[in-house]
Structures are given as C-alpha cells and as structure tokens.
C-alpha cells in the first residue's frame, strides 16, 4: 500500500488517515461519512511528487506502443493519476477500459446536435463500467493480503468482484436481491466462481447487512464505498480528455444508482484541472430512473443538503437504489460543474435503449437513461446545438437481454406506461417474424420490413 503518496480524507468532516487506518466499512469514525483518496504531494506547484501535465502526455502517447500488460489496462497505463499501490506486481487486470468512443449519428440528427458520443463502458472485459474499479480494489486486496472479498450488487458490481477475485485468487462472496437482478449477470458471478447469496431484501437491505459482516469477519468490501474503487473509475475521464486532444466536452452524462460512478469521474475531471492537464471540467449531469430517484427530489427540495431514502422500482434493475451510499459526492460533482439531475419514466428509457440499439450498439437499460436524459435536456434549452456530449453507456446490451426481447415482443409496458408513445414504440419494436421456410415468404417478409 503505497501510504506515502496519498491518504483518505472525509468528506463530511475533513478527517485525514492513513489509508491503513480506514475502518471496514469505509466510513468515518468521527462522522459516518465517506472518505476521498487524496495526493498531498500534487496539491503545490512544483510539488515533488505531482505529475507533470507536459511530460504525462507524452509518457501516455509512448505506452500506446508497449506491450507491458499495465501498459495495456486502460486504467493502470495512468497509473501516476492513481498511486495507490506500493508494489506494481500486485495489479489485478483483464486488460480494462481501453473502451470506444463512438458518435451516436442518428440521435445526433435527431436532436440536431453535431457532436453527440458515447463512451461504451459495456466493452469492458465483464461487459461494465465496474472493471476499471474492481481492478483497482482488487489490486488493493491482494496488496494488504486479504483472502476474502465481498460485495452487495444489483448485478454488474458482483460479476466484476467475482472475476477479479478469480484472477487474483481470492475468494468473493455477493449479496443480491432475490430475483431482481439480470440473469445475464446471476450468470457471471456463478460462473467465475463467487459465493452468491440471493437475499429477501432490496439492494439498500444487501448493502446494509454486508456492513454488518465486515465488521466481524476479515473480508474486504468491494462496493463503491470503497475509494480505492472509485480511483479506477474515475480512468474513463482520463480516456474522454486524451480522445479530445486533451480538451473536454461540454456535457458529460451519467446513470445514478448508488451514485459512484458519477461521483468517480467527477473526481477524475477535477484532478485533471489541478494537474493542469485540461483547462476546465465538462457540466456533469446525473439521470435516474423515475421510480429510483433520491437525489433528484434531494435536488428538488433540499437543494441538496438532505437525502431522503425511497423505495426504488424500475425495470432498469441496475439502478434498483433507493439510498445511495455516495450522493453527496456526486452532488458535489453536479454542482461544481454548473451539471443538472433529472428523472425519466420506464417508457423514455425503453425508447432511448431501442434507439441506441438501432445505432448498432446496444447497452443495458440503466445506461439508455443517459440519453433519455439528454433529450430532456436538450428540449429545455440546457444543451445547445454546437455543444460536445458525452453519454457514458455503462453496460453492455447482453447484460439484461430478457429486457430487450420483452419489449420487441411488447410485453415490456403497460398501456397506461406507454401513453402517447404507441406510435414512436411501435416504430422501434422489431420482433422476430415467424415465417415459412420458402424465398417467397423470406423475400417478403424482407420487402415488408423496409416499407
Ligand atoms: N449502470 C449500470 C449498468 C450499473 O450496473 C450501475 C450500478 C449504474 C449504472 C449506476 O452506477 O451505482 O455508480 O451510480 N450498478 C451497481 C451494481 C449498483 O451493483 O452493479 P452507480
């Protein structure tokens, strides 16, 4: 554990300890909030221990030709922007991140925008966003000797931790909510060999109890309480600022959950504008799904001083989170940037994910709301025609197939969920057509899908 360059901070008191010091879960003695990894030695201008912006660059463009495996991680290649480790030797990878930015061309037609992108974070080795942080903790574990680590999951956390774990040979162990979860994911954490604990609970009552046991037993937590985490995920800003030359877009936008994700590459933007390897940070907007959003009604009536937990229902079962460990980061991410937090309904994120699908790309349903959002956003005048987007697609389409063939067979809403969009849903739907074994029919089945 390389204690020497960095150090947790809290962000509720402002408490500082060493990384050694942090208690098993993760919160702060003192206060019960959340910690930050932090680098004193950046802090100054000329600070021994800052990377340079200048010679970072070049060091970056050199790796692009090595064939050393940290070379090769989309994470660990920006290993100075992260030093959390003592001993290289330690890193778990599957050769993370690394992840296409494409251009979304229809979307972009359709909203008139010129530069709409989309940073697919399903091409990760476990098909999520949550690769380049469990690499991250999972390096981290096996550096302080850890046999056992565990998480709470509404699926893609838990599919991550497990193959991790595998690789570096410890043992993982998952909670999830009974039957609320994506079997495409189930599958995953079966698969790569993780004790998998289906509990009568939702993923707030998951995360709860795993608090518990990590207090009275050595197993090292894997969620996004975690900071070690979150220093991983926060590479893909890294990623987005080296794909743009090294300036940002206008807008980056993010699925919120449990809030880690967006609270990561707001922290990455952030400490890119320290190092001075960007000249300002992206708006950062957080989209949750209507039947899940604490932190929007946190914006909407506290301003974002207080969070009220809800009880959380949306089919993009990824977001199934009622009270999100790490809101306050992440509105500090949103409010910093001058970003927005918005909800939209089941039927707005089933047509974002099937227009994303037409494109060719496909992702699960919690990350479609990024471009649900987007239209939101667009309609109220808060993203203008000559802006650069970013939508952060978090999951890979595979995850949650179940999802997608419902709605192209149209069992997916109800008619009351899909009021008003009958014609734009029908437009999209493409099922299987049953048809008879002859040219003729094939032909014209062919014939009548392009009319
Ligand atoms: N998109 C996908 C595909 C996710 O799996 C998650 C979270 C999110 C978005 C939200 O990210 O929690 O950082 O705000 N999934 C977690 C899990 C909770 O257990 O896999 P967040």
Known sequence: MNDILHQLRCIGCGAQIAGAEARPDFRCV???????????????RGGKDRPNAGGLKWVLRE?????????????????????ILGNYSNVVSLREGNTPLYHLTRSAK?????????KHQGMNPTGSFKDTGMTAAISVAKEWGFECVACASTGNTSAAMAAYAARAGLKSLVLIPEGKIAWGKLSQAMDYGAVTCQLKSDFDGCMHLLSQIVKEAPIYLLNSVNPYRLEGQKTPAFEIAEAFDWSVPDHLIVPGGNLGNSSALG?????MLELGLVTRMPRISVIQAAGANPLVRSFREHQAAVLEPVMAHTRATAIRIGNPASWRKAARAIQETGGWCLDVTESEIAIAKAEIGAEGLGCEPASAVTLAG?????????????????????????????????????KLLGKEEIAGSETEIAGLRRDALAVEATPASVLAALKGRAG
């Open 30 to 44: 003192a206060c019960g909030e959340l910690f930050d990894v932090e680098y004193p030695g950046w802090s100054q």
């Open 63 to 83: 790796r692009r030709s090595s064939s050393e495996a940290l070379d090769q991680s989309g994470v660990w290649r920006f290993r100075e922007l992260l030093p």
């Open 110 to 118: 359709a909203l008139k925008i010129d530069r709409l992108f989309v």
């Open 267 to 271: 922290k990455g933007f952030r400490e």
């Open 374 to 410: 987007l239209k939101k956003l667009r309609a109220e005048g808060k993203v203008s025609s000559s802006d650069t987007v970013v939508l952060m697609l978090t999951g890979h389409t595979l995850k949650d197939a179940d999802y997608t063939i419902d709605f192209h067979r149209g």
